[in-house]
């Protein structure tokens, strides 16, 4: 276990190595390693535990009754997946977890996540104030998604997932955690509509990209 690595993650952080080993037992914390294209949690299953992504990267999907998908969200290395689930035992998945790429993870479960523990340590409490924060920073990622998702035009829409790249990554040359499938079924999109949206806007001189790699060059107008 790489103590070092998961005392930089948003759940363990203020923590020590030793604290952190010490709090581990409490998680039933259990690595789990994955291939690209599993997954790791299914939706109809009941949540077997949280997870902290120590290498490679999941998506979040959603599949319809009817085909189809949707990706709610990319969560990469020290991110967490399924915490909300985790403290409802009894709520069901509506969501599949899906390996982007190979990786590992760590499972967290047990009373722990949602109580101190017997001795009620302060590093335990520290450790909840940081899962508290951590659902509320996801909350507004949700209603990030509808932000970016009201409009019935595929510009809009670009235009608003594109400028949030830019401000969360500090430039306007960014990479994006999607394939070009994904982004669209991100955005809520036809994939070649999506193609050809994103070729006007090039012609345009709005913004230049190769694969995943986009640079933003003029201002984003509507058309």
């Not at 985790?86 to 009373?111: H, I, K, S, T, Y």
């Not at 430039?171 to 999607?178: E, K, N, R």
Request: aromatic residues 8%; proline residues 5%.
């Amino acid at each position: 276990m790489d103590l070092r690595f998961l005392q930089e993650t948003p759940l363990f952080q203020g923590l020590t190595e030793q604290e952190i080993q010490a709090i581990l037992p409490c998680l039933g914390a259990r690595e789990t390693p994955f291939g690209k294209g599993e997954t790791l949690c299914r939706a109809g299953e009941l949540a077997q535990g949280m997870g902290v992504v120590l290498e490679g990267s999941v998506h979040i999907v959603a599949h319809h009754y009817w085909g189809g998908s949707h990706i709610f969200g990319h969560v990469g290395p020290g991110e967490l997946f399924g915490e909300t689930y985790a403290l409802l035992p009894e709520q069901e998945l509506l969501v599949d977890v899906v390996a982007a790429e190979p990786g590992c993870a760590l499972f967290l479960r047990g009373p722990g996540l949602g109580q101190t523990c017997a001795q009620a340590c302060p590093f335990h409490s520290r450790m909840l104030r940081n899962l508290l924060q951590i659902l509320a920073g996801k909350n507004l990622q949700l209603s990030t998604r509808m932000m970016h998702t009201a409009s019935r035009i595929i510009r809009d829409r670009l235009c608003s997932y594109l400028s949030e790249q830019a401000v969360q990554q500090g430039s306007h040359s960014f990479t994006l955690p999607f394939t070009r499938q994904q982004l669209a079924d991100y955005l809520g999109v036809d994939r070649s509509a999506l193609s050809h949206e994103l070729s006007k806007m090039q012609r345009d001189g709005l913004l230049t990209f190769r694969k995943n790699r986009f640079t933003l060059t003029g201002p984003m107008e509507d058309p």
